[in-house]
């Protein structure tokens, strides 16, 4: 069944349309999205520096309202936030945070990273040979 989910990112909102998932049940399919795909349709930066793999952690958000409709965090999350010293529960990893329920998600991502979260959203250029 699908429906759509209210999800605000940084003080800016958007509807995302999601195959709904029971709570806490692992999502069978990859059509929903993560926090960071969401966040980059917005238009809102949020750095990812090894695109998305939760390898460096550089795009942990804090979910403030929501938690429950985001996917149960996967065992390479929680290597890479406890790796990274981020304990929080409310704590995620926007490339791993999967939308799967229905309740309105309401996250905010650091204001940090937020020139260097730049370069990424652009086309690399190819290495002159």
Known sequence: MTS????????????????????GQA??????PTLL??????????????????????????VADGAK????????EKVSLNYHLCFDD??????????VGKDPIVVEAPTLFKKIALPNLRKRKKPKV
């Open 4 to 23: 759509k989910v209210s999800v605000t990112v940084n003080g800016e909102s958007t509807e995302v349309e999601i195959e709904e998932v029971a709570e």
């Open 27 to 32: 999502s069978d399919s990859k059509k929903n």
């Open 37 to 62: 795909a969401t966040a980059k349709e917005m238009g809102v930066s949020i750095a990812h520096y090894c695109f998305g793999n939760a390898f460096c952690s550089t795009c942990r958000v804090v």
């Open 69 to 76: 409709s985001l996917s149960p965090k996967s065992i390479k």
């Open 90 to 99: 409310n704590t995620r990893l926007a490339c791993q945070a999967r939308i």
